[in-house]
């Protein structure tokens, strides 16, 4: 599943090496794309890319909701019992999706996190997600060290109890899913340079935003309950052993 803003011109590249990393695997998966509001050609091009492939879903928001929100309309389109993530600027790699999933199926996890060990980006942008993962650390005792890659891959079931519906939610997905007792691994996954067009987050910009989510995760940690997988059946009063 891909999110995609404004990424007309990644899109080709990213859809052909979907397709030629799920045959090198020989898995059988669908590629959803949600379009989130984009102003460029990003539509046109996924519906020619739908055209020549059958396994290619496009999905249409009718206007830019942020990256939360696209992940959860992507997961709620989705059929099969595993779910994976990509960014749509080509630095993930659709040939990791496969190991990931082959990790979680061997570990009996419920979310295989991807980690980028040699990231290509800006050493703000690096600055600003240290900053981030210590801050994650404190508030939340999260200790997956690259919340930020969208690379992983998740059971079904887990990724529908994420509240991707709230804006900003994507960041702490690691820590929503341990809330919910997930078994949570993370592995390294390539990193690449961006392929075209430029990001879409302005470090600073987004830095108080990201801090009033983080207190928002953690007031969710310390309110949540966590039931049992089955609620105990109610005792018949007749059979109460006096």
């Given at each position: 599943?891909?999110?995609?803003?404004?990424?007309a011109e990644c899109l080709p590249a990213l859809v052909a090496e979907f397709d030629a990393a799920m045959q090198d695997a020989q898995v059988d998966a669908e590629l959803i794309a949600v379009?989130?509001?984009?102003?460029?050609?990003?539509?046109?091009?996924?519906?020619?890319?739908?055209?020549?492939?059958?396994?290619?879903?496009?999905?249409?928001?009718?206007?830019?909701?942020?990256?939360?929100?696209?992940?959860?309309?992507?997961?709620?389109?989705?059929?099969?019992?595993?779910?994976?993530?990509?960014?749509?600027?080509?630095?993930?790699?659709?040939?990791?999706?496969?190991?990931?999933?082959?990790?979680?199926?061997?570990?009996?996890?419920?979310?295989?996190?991807?980690?980028?060990?040699?990231?290509?980006?800006?050493?703000?942008?690096?600055?600003?997600?240290?900053?981030?993962?210590?801050?994650?650390?404190?508030?939340?005792?999260?200790?997956?060290?690259?919340?930020?890659?969208?690379?992983?891959?998740?059971?079904?079931?887990?990724?529908?109890?994420?509240?991707?519906?709230?804006?900003?939610?994507?960041?702490?997905?690691?820590?929503?899913?341990?809330?919910?007792?997930?078994?949570?691994?993370?592995?390294?996954?390539?990193?690449?340079?961006?392929?075209?067009?430029?990001?879409?987050?302005?470090?600073?910009?987004r830095g108080l935003p990201g801090f009033f989510d983080l207190l928002a995760v953690q007031w969710m940690q310390r309110r949540h309950v966590r039931l049992p997988d089955a609620a105990a059946?109610?005792?018949?009063?007749?059979?109460?052993?006096?």
């Open positions: 599943m891909v999110p995609a803003f404004n990424e379009d989130d509001g984009s102003t460029d050609d990003t539509v046109r091009v996924l519906h020619d890319q739908e055209t020549e492939h059958p396994w290619l879903r496009v999905v249409t928001l009718p206007q830019n909701a942020g990256q939360s929100a696209a992940f959860a309309a992507g997961i709620r389109a989705a059929r099969g019992p595993h779910i994976g993530m990509l960014d749509a600027d080509g630095q993930n790699d659709p040939a990791d999706l496969p190991r990931l999933l082959q990790h979680l199926r061997q570990t009996d996890a419920d979310l295989v996190q991807g980690q980028r060990t040699d990231r290509q980006d800006s050493t703000k942008k690096r600055l600003a997600s240290t900053i981030g993962r210590a801050a994650r650390r404190w508030a939340l005792g999260d200790r997956v060290a690259d919340t930020g890659c969208s690379c992983r891959v998740a059971t079904a079931e887990l990724a529908r109890s994420w509240p991707l519906h709230l804006r900003g939610m994507h960041r702490f997905i690691p820590a929503l899913s341990a809330m919910h007792g997930a078994r949570v691994v993370e592995i390294p996954v390539a990193h690449r340079p961006r392929r075209a067009g430029r990001s879409k987050y302005r470090d600073l910009a059946p109610a005792r018949d009063p007749d059979s109460v052993t006096r």
